[in-house]
């Protein structure tokens, strides 16, 4: 089993929809929970970075963590076709320690 | 800021033949970290460096790959001799730290 798990999709949205992407974990000792979005061709980049359990948003984007079912979620409101890309689940188990990252899930919002 | 700096951008090379990539990290930035990323594996972590000094490398395959940091602002990912299955985006990206990582543009790696 790897230590992080995402859907690969592909996941195919009409523009304006609500997208929930998720992350499975297996390890408790996680600590820090992030979200990278990575455009063709180009490296990710961070989106939302949250510590422990609990909601964070920022505009149309909002980061759940549910640490008793080793679950994170990522949801995107309003989805614009500029919000087609590969999203990566990340977690670390410090701030310090290294950055474990999902295989990512591809999404297309459609006009 | 002109964030993270790799070269080259795009290499296509024989197997067998060495392979340099190079990068330069964001200045005031401490730790930098080498990644590969493939469809069947995803984004791997193959080594990271704080303060110029390499710290884990247990993702590295094998002895065929190699990194340096000389200075605090540039560090090479070596692989000699170059074998197909090292075909890659390789990544490079640097953080303080306790920061967020900044990736670089990465290099598109082909080994026929």
């Known amino acids: 089993q790897k230590e992080v798990e995402q859907d690969p999709g592909p996941l195919s949205v009409p523009e304006g929809a609500i997208v929930s992407l998720n992350c499975t974990y297996s390890?408790?000792?996680?600590?820090?929970f992030m979200w990278y979005r990575q455009y063709s061709r180009k490296g990710p980049e961070l989106l939302m970075y949250t510590y422990s359990s609990g909601n964070k948003e920022d505009g149309r984007f909002t980061a759940q963590v549910d640490k008793s079912s080793k679950y994170i979620s990522l949801f995107i409101r309003d989805s614009q076709p500029s919000d087609s890309a590969t999203y990566l689940c990340a977690m670390r188990r410090t701030s310090y320690d290294k950055v474990i990252f999902g295989p990512g899930t591809s999404l297309s919002v459609i006009p | 800021d002109a964030g993270v700096i790799q070269s080259p951008r795009h290499e296509v090379t024989e197997m067998g033949q060495e392979v340099t990539l190079r990068c330069k990290p964001i200045s005031g930035h401490n730790s930098l970290f080498w990644y590969r990323q493939t469809m069947m594996r995803g984004l791997e972590l193959l080594i990271y460096?704080?303060?110029?000094?390499?710290?884990?490398d247990s993702g590295m395959p094998e002895d065929r790959f190699s990194a340096k940091m000389p200075n605090a602002s540039f560090s090479t990912l070596k692989i000699q001799p170059s074998e197909p299955r090292d075909s890659a985006v390789y990544f490079c990206?640097?953080?303080?730290?306790?920061?967020?990582?900044?990736f670089g543009p990465g290099t598109r790696l082909l080994v026929l």
């Open positions: 460096f704080n303060n110029n000094v390499p710290i884990d």
């Open positions: 990206a640097s953080s303080s730290s306790v920061g967020t990582q900044y």
């Open positions: 390890n408790s000792a996680f600590q820090y």
